[in-house]
């Protein structure tokens, strides 16, 4: 006898997004701005239909970092959802506002410019960006398998309030599957 639909759904392994949505919630993390992302649509449009979280679009990564920053200054939790190529807009607005006030950014990126990328921008900012990062004194994980995605990201949202410091969770296509090229 088959089981039933809901054991069977019950029985796979939690999707990529579906950890990190849970991590999300686990620490408080209600408020979710992005930049639209074709990676990230499958973790946007779950925080999308889970009444839990105000989730939107902005136009650019500095606006979502502006919003954030107001957040937390009035008592809220987020994160800002994007990929690669948004980062390079963000290096003044880490340096002048995210670092100094102590903001606990959490940066969830999309990671481009690897693993067979066809356009350059894409490969130069993917080269650039964690130097950056560390730059800046940023923490930074590149996650790249399921059994590490779950302590990573609940590890590094707690590390980031603590200690008032943001942090970067760089998802490698070897976890996402990337994007697809036609």
Same mark, same amino acid.
């Given at each position: 006898?088959?089981? #039933?639909?809901?054991?069977?759904?019950?029985?796979?392994? #939690?999707?990529?997004?579906?950890?990190?949505?849970?991590?999300?919630? @686990?620490?408080?993390?209600?408020?979710? #701005?992005?930049?639209?992302?074709?990676?990230?649509?499958?973790?946007?449009? /779950?925080?999308?239909?889970?009444?839990?979280?105000?989730?939107?679009?902005?136009? @650019?990564?500095?606006?979502?970092?502006?919003?954030?920053?107001?957040?937390?200054?009035?008592?809220?939790?987020?994160?800002?959802?994007?990929?690669?190529?948004?980062?390079?807009?963000?290096?003044?607005?880490?340096?002048?506002? &995210?670092?100094?006030?102590?903001?606990?950014?959490?940066?969830?990126?999309?990671?481009?410019?690897?693993?067979?990328?066809?356009?350059?921008?894409?490969?130069? &900012?993917?080269?650039?960006?964690r130097p950056v990062l560390d730059a800046l004194a940023m923490e930074?994980?590149?996650?790249?398998?399921?059994?590490?995605?779950?302590?990573?990201?609940? @590890? /590094?949202?707690?590390?980031?309030?603590?200690?008032?410091?943001?942090?970067?969770?760089?998802?490698?296509?070897?976890?996402?599957?990337?994007?697809?090229?036609?």
């Amino acid at each position: 006898m088959a089981a #039933p639909p809901d054991a069977a759904r019950s029985a796979s392994p #939690p999707s990529w997004h579906e950890i990190i949505l849970q991590g999300f919630k @686990r620490n408080a993390i209600d408020l979710v #701005p992005y930049v639209p992302d074709r990676v990230l649509t499958p973790l946007i449009q /779950s925080l999308h239909d889970d009444p839990f979280f105000t989730t939107f679009a902005t136009a @650019r990564e500095e606006e979502a970092v502006g919003i954030l920053a107001g957040a937390w200054m009035g008592g809220r939790r987020g994160a800002l959802l994007m990929q690669t190529s948004g980062f390079a807009t963000l290096p003044n607005v880490l340096a002048s506002l &995210v670092v100094p006030c102590q903001i606990p950014l959490i940066m969830v990126v999309s990671e481009r410019g690897t693993l067979g990328e066809f356009n350059y921008g894409q490969s130069l &900012v993917c080269r650039t960006m964690r130097p950056v990062l560390d730059a800046l004194a940023m923490e930074h994980h590149t996650m790249m398998r399921f059994d590490e995605l779950e302590f990573i990201v609940d @590890r /590094s949202i707690k590390q980031a309030v603590a200690t008032q410091a943001a942090v970067a969770l760089i998802l490698s296509p070897l976890l996402t599957g990337g994007k697809l090229f036609a």
